[in-house]
């Protein structure tokens, strides 16, 4: 059984920065990961995306040139760094995984998930 455990979130002022961790306790032979969101009141949304072979990446417009996902295959862990953090990105973070080399935008393309953590960004 693949468990995914983040960590990283808390409070930051706008303009902070925070890095996400998403560390798995199973070994997914070729697996693609996806970071998410979901803001209270509102639909989960995707955030960023890498895949097994960490040459490909992909990132929502309202994040783009702020956030980086990256991936540290031998540790089993993705990261994503959270730069310029504005109020709009206070959220719940989830990491989920697939069981495909190439990742996915849409979350029930995923097989796993993570317990969330919480990112709060104060104005």
């Known amino acids: 059984q693949v468990q995914l455990v983040e960590s990283g979130g808390g409070l930051v002022q706008a303009g902070g920065s925070l890095r996400l961790s998403c560390a798995a306790s199973?070994?997914?032979?070729?697996?693609?990961v996806g970071w998410f969101r979901q803001a209270p009141g509102k639909e989960r949304e995707f955030v960023a995306a890498i895949s097994w072979s960490v040459v490909k990446t992909a990132y929502a417009d309202s994040v783009k040139g702020r956030f980086t996902i990256s991936r540290d295959s031998a540790k089993n862990t993705v990261y994503l760094q959270m730069n310029n953090l504005k109020p709009e990105d206070t959220a719940a973070y989830y990491c989920a995984a697939r069981y495909y080399r190439d990742y996915a935008f849409n979350g029930y393309e995923y097989n796993y998930w993570g317990q969330g953590t919480q990112v709060t960004v104060s104005s």
């Open positions: 199973g070994r997914i032979p070729g697996y693609a």
